[in-house]
């Protein structure tokens, strides 16, 4: 297809996502429930599962399979900014207040969902459709594992910090257990990354020079970048030159990550973690998060949905299939996130906040089962069976929370 008619398909595909993602997104939240979740059913709602399947010529004619690399590169570029903002939104101090009794759900809430994973694997990888021939039954299970153990932190946090629990024991407890088993997901989706397709020889590579990368942001990275933050006032416009060094940078990370076999969200994700708090960061999401949100992620959805066959679920084996996966993710991570908050001692009703908060995927699924389908680890079946199970968790989240909530108000003022 000739350039000139891909930035046509382009324009008009931007127009009609971004339309569809404020539409769905505000009836979300006339609902109760986050834009970001309106906006991941609005991407699903264009691909084959309902505008494919009422309308298929329109649908195909909107997006034709000529422009989907096209819109996989902005869909990258939109993730990897919007992990980068997410970054620079990190606090470690979320580890130091409360690590011991974080690490305790955390830990629960990775290693059950692993357990059950490597349980259905060796059944789901002989199951056609879910993974691809040459991944092995190891890959495959880590893969499933972490699909299943990731946590949706951003929208932790924003429900957090939107019910005023930021500073509170359950805030932190919440938010440095959801940091850390999406650290450890993150980790394990490296390997499988690293590993897949090839000899160990290039996955220690790979794996080595992501934790090089990750130490050397942490630590030097971190020093370097406190000049970026030098001369800022907090009361003046972010400078042109400044914001132009750190997309450099950003591009420069997100290179780095995927030249040496991990993917680019990693990148960017570190250097919003490395660079300075105060005026420097809380100017770039002034500058970027609107552009980001607004344009940028929805293309991301929307690629997400042109990929999702909800209609493969119908497959006797492949819904066999969803339903262990679904009751695995939705009742594995919930229930040990909740038992091991009441074995450090927490409140009831606080433990089972924290298994429904933790229980949410978000975004961050989306992203991993995307990296898994670019990588050719995983298929459409697995695909459009993890994009449902990141829908219907995301969904269940905020009015369970808001439900334990409310009752643990009404105790409290019972007991007062």
């Known amino acids: 297809m000739p350039t000139s008619q891909l930035s046509v398909y382009f324009f008009a595909q931007a127009a009609v996502f971004v339309l569809a993602s404020q539409l769905v997104g505000r009836l979300a939240q006339r609902l109760g429930q986050p834009q970001v979740v309106g906006e991941m059913i609005a991407g699903v709602l264009l691909g084959p599962s309902l505008f494919g399947l009422l309308l298929p010529h329109w649908q195909q004619a909107l997006f034709p399979k000529a422009t989907l690399g096209m819109l996989y590169v902005a869909a990258q570029l939109g993730v990897g900014l919007y992990m980068f903002l997410v970054g620079t939104e990190f606090r470690a101090d979320h580890f130091r207040a409360r690590a011991k009794s974080a690490m305790s759900v955390s830990l629960a809430g990775i290693l059950v969902p692993f357990v059950l994973a490597f349980a259905l694997a060796p059944w789901l990888h002989s199951v056609p459709g879910l993974f691809a021939a040459k991944a092995r039954l190891s890959e495959a299970s880590l893969f499933l594992g972490a699909a299943i153990a990731i946590t949706a932190f951003p929208m932790l946090a924003r429900i957090i910090h939107e019910r005023g629990l930021a500073g509170t024991s359950l805030g932190t407890l919440a938010l440095t257990a959801g940091a850390f088993d999406d650290a450890a997901a993150w980790c394990i989706l490296a390997i499988v990354l690293a590993s897949f397709g090839g000899a160990w020889t290039g996955a220690y590579l790979a794996i080595g020079g992501g934790v090089a990368f990750a130490l050397f942001m942490i630590f030097v990275g971190q020093k370097l970048l406190r000049k970026l933050a030098d001369g800022l006032d907090a009361d003046q416009p972010l400078p042109h030159g400044v914001l132009a060094t750190v997309l450099v940078l950003f591009a420069v990370c997100a290179f780095a990550m995927d030249a040496i076999g991990i993917h680019a969200v990693f990148g960017g994700f570190l250097l919003g973690v490395a660079l300075p708090r105060g005026p420097l960061t809380e100017k770039l999401r002034e500058s970027l998060q609107p552009f980001v949100v607004v344009f940028l992620l929805p293309m991301f959805f929307t690629y997400s949905g042109l990929n999702t066959r909800l209609d493969m679920l119908m497959d006797p084996a492949i819904m066999a299939a969803a339903g262990a996966i679904l009751l695995a993710s939705f009742g594995g991570k919930g229930i040990a996130c909740w038992a091991a908050a009441r074995l450090n001692g927490e409140p009831s009703t606080d433990a089972m906040a924290i298994g429904a908060l933790m229980n949410a995927r978000g975004l ?53």
């Open 364 to 416: 961050m699924e989306l992203i991993i089962i995307n990296i898994g389908l670019a990588a050719g680890v995983i298929l459409p079946g697995l695909f459009s069976i993890l994009v449902l199970m990141a829908v219907l968790s995301t969904l269940m989240a905020t009015p369970l929370f808001n439900a334990i909530m409310r009752r643990r108000a009404a105790r409290g003022s019972v007991i007062a």
